[in-house]
């Protein structure tokens, strides 16, 4: 593809509360085996975008460790590869990233060196499939300066988390209103644009000579009415896990067949890092009723309607309802968990017992006990 690929990874949101003091969101864990920057990265090797840059900052150990190696996607290859970007200081700057335009001006070698005449820029914490030659074509199509791919949204619950556009019927977007506070429009942005490499050049420098740093606002909203600016349409599933309620409901969509059957048995595939680790043990007595229970797991008790991430150990006549059990959790016997997300590494006593009461309830070591 004449593209090269830049994913923005290096956010942060409040609106995880506990589950973003670990991590980064773009690692944030999904669907058993996955993190949530896999399915940006598989679709940028499924596109045949043979470079991409990975710009990271918030919390990003485990986001680097998991982008230790290139191999799981494809991008090992003598000619392009995957890139890892986390601010530096030198002669020129001592800033970390003060946004999305500033981490890319900080970066811009990058974009210099490359010679492919595309970009096609993703965020790390959108849940999708996605071909990017679709809406290469179709930018090239409108002889558009930008393209945003926008999904029209039926639950308006969290509408005011995103940039909300409006478009006229040839697809031109005439304005865009970032995290209103209220709106009847339901059309979003989704994070992903394609633009001319020398374009965006010339907009990052431009935004950096007069101290704007920020993609949206300082470029996209700025240059409404100047560059041609059109959406291309998502109609197949796209979800945003940038807070507590969306990624308790993302993962829970993986529970639908229809759901997994279209991530994990429609081709192109989605990758991730794989460990070497013994399937899922079920002890005597253990039921499980439709859930994810991925590599490592030893169950003793009761599942129902859950997801149980890599290496965690349910304890005997212990019962979990509703709930996401992240990596290495351990829960102890004669234990009661509904409607809770379980933090990695986190110890649940014997004898507990856990509900939460409309947004799941945010579990880990320091939680108080109830019995």
């Given at each position: 593809?004449?593209?090269?690929?830049?994913?923005?990874?290096?956010?942060?949101?409040?609106?995880?509360?506990?589950?973003?003091?670990?991590?980064?969101?773009?690692?944030?864990?999904?669907?058993?085996?996955?993190?949530?920057?896999?399915?940006?990265?598989?679709?940028?090797?499924?596109?045949?975008?043979?470079?991409?840059?990975?710009?990271t900052q918030y919390n990003a150990r485990s986001l680097n460790e998991h982008l230790s190696s290139s191999k799981w996607w494809d991008f090992?290859?003598?000619?392009?590869?995957?890139?890892?970007?986390?601010?530096?200081?030198?002669?020129?700057?001592?800033?970390?990233?003060?946004?999305?335009?500033?981490?890319?001006?900080?970066?811009?070698?990058?974009?210099?060196?490359?010679?492919?005449?595309?970009?096609?820029?993703?965020?790390?914490?959108?849940?999708?499939?996605?071909?990017?030659?679709?809406?290469?074509?179709?930018?090239?199509?409108?002889?558009?300066?930008?393209?945003?791919?926008?999904?029209?949204?039926?639950?308006?619950?969290?509408?005011?988390?995103?940039?909300?556009?409006?478009?006229?019927?040839?697809?031109?977007?005439?304005?865009?209103?970032?995290?209103?506070?209220?709106?009847?429009?339901?059309?979003?942005?989704?994070?992903?644009?394609?633009?001319?490499?020398?374009?965006?050049?010339?907009?990052?420098?431009?935004?950096?000579?007069?101290?704007?740093?920020?993609?949206?606002?300082?470029?996209?909203?700025?240059?409404?009415?100047?560059?041609?600016?059109?959406?291309?349409?998502?109609?197949?599933?796209?979800?945003?896990?940038?807070?507590?309620?969306?990624?308790?409901?993302?993962?829970?969509?993986?529970?639908?067949?229809?759901?997994?059957?279209?991530?994990?048995?429609?081709?192109?595939?989605?990758?991730?890092?794989?460990?070497?680790?013994?399937?899922?043990?079920?002890?005597?007595?253990?039921?499980?009723?439709?859930?994810?229970?991925?590599?490592?797991?030893?169950?003793?008790?009761t599942i129902e309607n859950s997801i149980l991430f890599k290496k965690i150990y349910i304890g005997n006549n212990s019962v979990v309802k509703n709930c996401i059990i992240l990596n290495n959790a351990y829960i102890g016997?004669?234990?009661?968990?509904?409607?809770?997300?379980?933090?990695?590494?986190?110890?649940?006593?014997?004898?507990?017992?856990?509900?939460?009461?409309?947004?799941?309830?945010?579990?880990?070591?320091?939680?108080?006990?109830?019995?």
């Open positions: 593809m004449k593209a090269i690929g830049i994913i923005l990874a290096g956010g942060n949101n409040k609106l995880m509360k506990d589950l973003s003091k670990k991590r980064a969101i773009a690692a944030m864990p999904v669907a058993g085996s996955y993190r949530a920057i896999d399915f940006a990265l598989s679709n940028m090797s499924n596109s045949r975008i043979n470079k991409v840059a990975v710009i090992g290859r003598k000619q392009g590869g995957l890139f890892v970007f986390t601010p530096t200081i030198t002669a020129d700057s001592s800033y970390w990233y003060r946004g999305t335009a500033d981490s890319l001006y900080q970066n811009l070698n990058y974009l210099k060196t490359s010679h492919e005449p595309y970009v096609v820029i993703a965020s790390g914490d959108g849940i999708y499939k996605m071909d990017y030659n679709k809406v290469l074509e179709y930018h090239i199509e409108k002889k558009a300066d930008i393209t945003m791919v926008v999904k029209k949204m039926t639950d308006r619950s969290e509408i005011n988390r995103f940039g909300l556009v409006t478009m006229t019927e040839e697809g031109r977007i005439t304005d865009i209103d970032e995290k209103p506070l209220e709106t009847n429009l339901s059309t979003v942005s989704t994070g992903i644009y394609v633009i001319r490499r020398r374009l965006l050049i010339e907009l990052i420098e431009k935004a950096a000579s007069e101290d704007r740093h920020d993609f949206v606002r300082d470029i996209l909203i700025r240059y409404k009415n100047i560059k041609k600016i059109y959406g291309y349409k998502l109609e197949s599933y796209w979800s945003n896990i940038s807070s507590v309620r969306s990624y308790y409901k993302t993962n829970m969509d993986f529970l639908k067949k229809d759901v997994r059957d279209y991530f994990f048995k429609q081709y192109p595939d989605i990758y991730s890092k794989v460990e070497d680790l013994p399937p899922a043990k079920y002890n005597c007595g253990a039921q499980v009723s439709n859930s994810l229970v991925s590599s490592g797991c030893i169950v003793n008790g016997d004669n234990s009661y968990l509904e409607n809770c997300i379980v933090e990695s590494g986190s110890t649940i006593k014997a004898n507990t017992n856990y509900k939460g009461e409309g947004e799941p309830l945010i579990l880990d070591e320091n939680s108080p006990i109830y019995y």
